[in-house]
């Protein structure tokens, strides 16, 4: 045996030892049997998941890691199994949406058991994928840029349009309910997410007014974060809710604590230049250690 894959086995063995013995806390163990997988491997399992017909414009894992829901230009819903994805050759299941328009968004209710999409028609529309039937359509006022759901409700999601709008929609309530706005900007609004911790607060991306921190409690009064360029297309919490992560149109990534306006880092390379479509940014790695910018 290579002796990096003996280290690599010995850290598992030790490590699932450890935890049996003494109770070490999970995510000590998956620090110690994947962390260092994922920091030293070169050639990580992937594999080309094809089934759309066109461009991909939205990927979401669930909340488990079992399932990926993506959406696309040829207005379908394709839901994966990962784990049959990565080791067959299983195609994934179609779930047929009412979108007559590409889908830019899509997202997981907490549970797991549902999924919203969001699309240029200005529609968003839920999905029961046990059954593969859409159970709900909220007609908003223009295209959709992306969606969120609340961690905590299953029936609450937060949408970003391009009227400017932060709206929060309640599946309970009647479908023709119009929905609270949070936030009413004079430009588009790209981006929305929830803070992982306190659903109360909400960030978002806004193509003139760049970085907000929203309060459902305060609806149209947000802090704003300061930068160079305003411009934002993505934004993203950290899991522990108290770090934030934009990405600028031409220019670079840009890294802040929830709690202060100013940056507490903004990244830079010289190759890198965001100019034209819509991209996103995420937070990865065990310990929300890794900044990713994604292209398309």
Not at 22 to 28: A, E, M, Q, S
Not at 65 to 73: C, E, F, Q, T
Not at 145 to 157: F, G, V
Request: proline share 3%.
């Amino acid at each position: 045996m290579e002796n990096g894959k003996q280290n690599g086995f010995m850290k598992m063995l030790h490590g699932l030892s450890d935890r049996e013995i003494y109770g070490t806390p999970l995510h000590h163990f998956k620090h110690e049997a994947v962390g260092h997988r994922l920091a030293h491997s070169q050639s990580l399992m992937k594999k080309d998941l094809r089934g759309h017909f066109g461009c991909v414009n939205a990927i979401e894992f669930s909340s488990n890691g079992k399932y990926i829901a993506s959406g696309g230009d040829d207005r379908r819903l394709l839901l994966w199994d990962v784990g049959h994805s990565m080791l067959d050759d299983k195609t994934p299941d179609v779930i047929e949406t009412l979108h007559i328009s590409n889908i830019n968004s899509c997202c997981f209710d907490c549970q797991d058991e549902k999924i919203a999409t969001g699309g240029n028609d200005g529609q968003v529309i839920i999905h029961d994928f046990g059954v593969h039937q859409s159970t709900g359509v909220y007609g908003l006022s223009d295209a959709v840029y992306c969606l969120s759901a609340d961690p905590l409700n299953s029936t609450i999601l937060a949408t970003a349009n391009d009227e400017g709008k932060a709206q929060i929609i309640d599946t309970r309530l009647s479908m023709d309910t119009i929905p609270f706005v949070l936030a009413d900007l004079d430009s588009a609004m790209h981006s929305i997410m929830y803070n992982p911790v306190d659903p109360r607060l909400l960030v978002t991306a806004n193509s003139k007014h760049g970085i907000g921190l929203w309060d459902i409690r305060m609806p149209l009064k947000c802090l704003n974060y300061k930068s160079t360029i305003q411009n934002c297309m993505s934004v993203r919490f950290n899991s522990l809710g108290d770090k934030i992560m934009a990405l600028r149109r031409r220019s670079g990534p840009v890294l802040y604590d929830v709690g202060k306006p100013n940056p507490i880092y903004e990244f830079d390379y010289s190759t890198y230049y965001n100019a034209c479509t819509l991209k996103s940014c995420s937070f990865a790695g065990l310990r929300d250690e890794v900044y990713i910018v994604y292209l398309n």
